[in-house]
C-alpha cells in the first residue's frame, strides 16, 4: 500500500514516516509539504491513498492533473474536526491507531480487506536492534558483538547481522548456506515484491551450527569488500523491517563499522541501543569525544537517538571515563585477556571469558514501549 501525505508540518511528517515505516514495511509512504511536489510524486508514481493536511483543504483534486479515480483521497488534522465533509483523520493517534484508521480508509474506498501481519495479531511481539559500533581499529566490537548474541540466545531468538565490510561472521559462527547479504542488497535493487523480500530474507536467515543453542541465528555477511559500497540507508531499512515485522526475533545484534555515511545514519535511527566498544586509552578517549560530537549533530536529523552505552574492552584502568563521555553508561570493564601458558588467544577464547561474567551485558536487556509519533 503507497501512501502520500502533504502537509506544511515537516517535523510530524518525518516522524510519522519515520514510526510507520519502522513498524509496517508493507506501507511505503512518501511525504511532502507544497502542492507542486505532490503534483510530481503522483505524476511518478501510483498511490493508494493521499493525505491533506489542513492547509490545503482548498486544494481542488482536478488541479493534480492525474486520473485520481483510483486514489483515496481523505484529509489529516491536528483537531477532531471533520474537513469539507470528508474522511478525516486525527494526526495525533499512537502508531497503531493511525495504521488502522489508513487501513480502513483503503478498505472502505477500494473494498479490499488488509491483512494484518502478525505483529499486530500478537500484540506483544517486540524486537530490538542493538548495534555494536568500534570507537578505534582493534577495540573488540565484533568479539563483543557476537559474546552478546551468544549470551542473549540462552534465553531469546537472537539474529547477528554482520555489516562490516571485512564481515568476520565466519569467525564466530557457521552454517552451510552460501546465501548472505550481498544477495539480500542485489535483490533490493530490483523490482521486488514484498512475498519476494520476505522469502529471500528468510532463506538467508541460517541457524548458527558452531554453538550449542538452537535460538541463534545469523546472516552470511558481504561477499567481498565492494559489496557494501552499493548499500544504501533505504536497503538497510527494508531489510531490517521485513526481518522485525515478519520474525520471531526478540533481538538483532548489529556488527558495524563505524563510518559516517548516509547508511551509519539510518543504522544509528533504527537502533534501540548502541555500544560502543574502547580499551579506555587515551587515543581511544580522544576518537569518542568526536563520536559523540558526530551524535550530537546527528541529533537534527534523527527523529529519536538510540541510548548510548560503552563497553571498555581491553581496559587499561585509568579510571577517567565518566568526565570524558558523561552521556554514556558503562556497561563492563573487561580486563586484558590472557590464556594460562602464554599461547595464542583465539576469539572463542575471548567470548568464553566473557560470558564467564553473566552480567556483561545484562544492562541491554530491556523492554521497548510503543512508539506514537505526536
Given at each position: 500500500m503507497k501512501l502520500l501525505i502533504l502537509d506544511k508540518d515537516t517535523d510530524y511528517l518525518e516522524r510519522f514516516k519515520h514510526y510507520m515505516s519502522k513498524k509496517y514495511t508493507h506501507l511505503q509512504i512518501s511525504v511532502?509539504?507544497?502542492?507542486?511536489?505532490?503534483?510530481?510524486?503522483?505524476?511518478?508514481?501510483?498511490?493508494?491513498?493521499?493525505?491533506?493536511?489542513?492547509?490545503?483543504?482548498?486544494?481542488k483534486l482536478e488541479e493534480l492533473s492525474v486520473n485520481i479515480s483510483n486514489i483515496v483521497f481523505a484529509y489529516i488534522s491536528e483537531t477532531n474536526e471533520i474537513i469539507?465533509?470528508?474522511?478525516?483523520?486525527?494526526?495525533?493517534?499512537?502508531?497503531?491507531?493511525?495504521?488502522?484508521?489508513?487501513?480502513?480508509?483503503?478498505?472502505?474506498?477500494?473494498?479490499?480487506?488488509?491483512?494484518?501481519?502478525?505483529?499486530?495479531?500478537?500484540?506483544?511481539?517486540?524486537?530490538?536492534?542493538i548495534t555494536f559500533l568500534p570507537v578505534h581499529g582493534g577495540a573488540g566490537s565484533s568479539t563483543m558483538a557476537a559474546a552478546c548474541s551468544i549470551s542473549f540466545a540462552s534465553e531469546s531468538e537472537v539474529l547477528y547481522i554482520n555489516l562490516e565490510q571485512r564481515p568476520s561472521d565466519a569467525v564466530f559462527f557457521s552454517g552451510e548456506n552460501k546465501k548472505g547479504l550481498t544477495d539480500v542488497i542485489a535483490f533490493l535493487k530490483t523490482k521486488y515484491t514484498d512475498d519476494g523480500i520476505i522469502k529471500l530474507l528468510k532463506s538467508v536467515i541460517q541457524k548458527d551450527q558452531k554453538h550449542q543453542s538452537a535460538k541463534l541465528s545469523f546472516i552470511k555477511g558481504y561477499t567481498n569488500i565492494m559489496d557494501c559500497l552499493s548499500t544504501s540507508g533505504q536497503n538497510l531499512e527494508v531489510m531490517l523491517n521485513v526481518i522485525k515485522n515478519n520474525t520471531d526475533f526478540k533481538y538483532i545484534i548489529i556488527d558495524s563499522d563505524f563510518i559516517v555515511s548516509p547508511v551509519l545514519q539510518k543504522l544509528i535511527s533504527m537502533s534501540d541501543k548502541l555500544v560502543f566498544v574502547s580499551s579506555g586509552s587515551d587515543i581511544s578517549n580522544s576518537n569518542l569525544s568526536k563520536i559523540?560530537?558526530?551524535?550530537?549533530?546527528?541529533?537534527?536529523?534523527?527523529?529519536?537517538?538510540?541510548?548510548?552505552?560503552?563497553?571498555?574492552?581491553?581496559?587499561?584502568?585509568?579510571?577517567?571515563?565518566?568526565?570524558?563521555?558523561?552521556?554514556?553508561?558503562?556497561?563492563?570493564?573487561?580486563?586484558?585477556?590472557?590464556?594460562?601458558?602464554?599461547?595464542?588467544?583465539?576469539?572463542?577464547?575471548v567470548i568464553n571469558q566473557v560470558l564467564s561474567n553473566k552480567d556483561v551485558f545484562l544492562k541491554l536487556k530491556t523492554t521497548i514501549s510503543e512508539d506514537v509519533p505526536s
Amino acid at each position: 500500500m503507497k501512501l502520500l501525505i502533504l502537509d506544511k508540518d515537516t517535523d510530524y511528517l518525518e516522524r510519522f514516516k519515520h514510526y510507520m515505516s519502522k513498524k509496517y514495511t508493507h506501507l511505503q509512504i512518501s511525504v511532502c509539504d507544497n502542492i507542486e511536489t505532490a503534483k510530481l510524486l503522483i505524476h511518478e508514481d501510483t498511490f493508494d491513498i493521499v493525505l491533506f493536511g489542513v492547509e490545503f483543504e482548498n486544494v481542488k483534486l482536478e488541479e493534480l492533473s492525474v486520473n485520481i479515480s483510483n486514489i483515496v483521497f481523505a484529509y489529516i488534522s491536528e483537531t477532531n474536526e471533520i474537513i469539507n465533509g470528508q474522511d478525516t483523520i486525527f494526526k495525533y493517534l499512537s502508531v497503531s491507531e493511525l495504521y488502522t484508521m489508513i487501513c480502513e480508509l483503503y478498505e472502505k474506498n477500494k473494498k479490499r480487506i488488509i491483512k494484518t501481519n502478525k505483529t499486530e495479531k500478537s500484540g506483544d511481539k517486540q524486537t530490538e536492534i542493538i548495534t555494536f559500533l568500534p570507537v578505534h581499529g582493534g577495540a573488540g566490537s565484533s568479539t563483543m558483538a557476537a559474546a552478546c548474541s551468544i549470551s542473549f540466545a540462552s534465553e531469546s531468538e537472537v539474529l547477528y547481522i554482520n555489516l562490516e565490510q571485512r564481515p568476520s561472521d565466519a569467525v564466530f559462527f557457521s552454517g552451510e548456506n552460501k546465501k548472505g547479504l550481498t544477495d539480500v542488497i542485489a535483490f533490493l535493487k530490483t523490482k521486488y515484491t514484498d512475498d519476494g523480500i520476505i522469502k529471500l530474507l528468510k532463506s538467508v536467515i541460517q541457524k548458527d551450527q558452531k554453538h550449542q543453542s538452537a535460538k541463534l541465528s545469523f546472516i552470511k555477511g558481504y561477499t567481498n569488500i565492494m559489496d557494501c559500497l552499493s548499500t544504501s540507508g533505504q536497503n538497510l531499512e527494508v531489510m531490517l523491517n521485513v526481518i522485525k515485522n515478519n520474525t520471531d526475533f526478540k533481538y538483532i545484534i548489529i556488527d558495524s563499522d563505524f563510518i559516517v555515511s548516509p547508511v551509519l545514519q539510518k543504522l544509528i535511527s533504527m537502533s534501540d541501543k548502541l555500544v560502543f566498544v574502547s580499551s579506555g586509552s587515551d587515543i581511544s578517549n580522544s576518537n569518542l569525544s568526536k563520536i559523540q560530537r558526530y551524535l550530537q549533530l546527528l541529533k537534527r536529523d534523527v527523529v529519536q537517538m538510540p541510548e548510548n552505552y560503552l563497553l571498555l574492552n581491553q581496559y587499561y584502568g585509568l579510571n577517567d571515563e565518566k568526565t570524558i563521555i558523561p552521556d554514556m553508561e558503562i556497561i563492563a570493564k573487561l580486563a586484558r585477556y590472557r590464556t594460562g601458558d602464554n599461547s595464542r588467544i583465539t576469539s572463542q577464547d575471548v567470548i568464553n571469558q566473557v560470558l564467564s561474567n553473566k552480567d556483561v551485558f545484562l544492562k541491554l536487556k530491556t523492554t521497548i514501549s510503543e512508539d506514537v509519533p505526536s
